[in-house]
């Protein structure tokens, strides 16, 4: 059964700093990987998809990889600023077409 | 402008007292579904629906029925309420089930309930 894990389940960084949020997973037979950010009382809103056929995707300041053979993918964040605080959350969507969910990594920018 | 939309966004109630919590979407969207979130977990699917009268079970179905009459329409019923069920729930779209591949889902605002 897929399993998806994200670490650390809590960050805070000074503000400017460029920083590595990771997401792993046991089963390589997914369609994606997807990377959402989630604010409170605003729901989730999808950040990165990457097929499985690619190795990264890219927006903004952004930038998120992925290496199925290892089961593993980062959200690179460059020049973190206070706006960029929430929950960010990875999920994997399996064979069946159902997202598999990551218990999320809490962001913190310290101005 | 393309949304997801949930009522109640808050709901506090009792155990036993059936409730529903409604979702619609005005995208068109073939396949809607239904998620938990507890602390410390992953989100988690309820059930969901590849069309109208199509739904079929998520992971944890326990408790909750769903119905799909219309194709913008959702709605997620507890029909008797227990503590446990005390959540974060989303309601989220997309085109189709099989569009996934390369499509997103559509996120509502949440819906926080809490059973005494």
């Known amino acids: 059964k897929q399993e998806v894990t994200q670490i650390p389940a809590a960050l805070s960084v000074p503000e400017g700093e460029n920083l590595v949020l990771n997401c792993s997973f046991t089963d390589s037979a997914i369609y994606n990987l997807q990377w959402f950010r989630q604010d409170p009382g605003k729901g989730l809103t999808s950040l990165l998809l990457?097929?499985?056929s690619q190795r990264e995707q890219t927006s903004g300041r952004l930038n998120a990889s992925l290496d199925k053979s290892s089961g593993r993918s980062t959200l690179y964040i460059a020049a973190s600023q206070p706006g960029d605080s929430a929950t960010y959350l990875c999920?994997?969507?399996?064979?069946?077409?159902?997202?598999?969910w990551g218990a999320g990594t809490k962001l913190i920018i310290k101005p | 402008e393309a949304q997801v939309t949930q009522n109640p966004r808050y709901l506090i109630t009792v155990t036993g007292k059936k409730l529903t919590v409604t979702c619609s979407q005005n995208m068109n969207h073939e396949y809607m579904s239904w998620y938990r979130q507890d602390p410390g977990l992953g989100l988690r699917q309820i059930y969901y629906?590849?069309?109208?009268?199509?739904?079929d079970k998520g992971d944890v179905p326990e408790g909750y029925k769903v119905s799909r009459k219309e194709k913008r329409n959702f709605p997620l019923i507890l029909e008797s309420p227990s503590p446990n069920q005390t959540s974060l729930y989303f309601c989220?779209?997309?085109?189709?089930?099989?569009?996934?591949?390369?499509?997103?889902?559509?996120f509502g605002p949440g819906t926080r309930l809490t059973v005494l």
């Open positions: 629906s590849m069309n109208v009268e199509v739904t």
């Open positions: 990457i097929q499985s």
């Open positions: 999920a994997v969507e399996d064979s069946n077409y159902q997202l598999i």
């Open positions: 989220a779209s997309r085109l189709s089930w099989a569009s996934g591949i390369t499509d997103t889902q559509y």
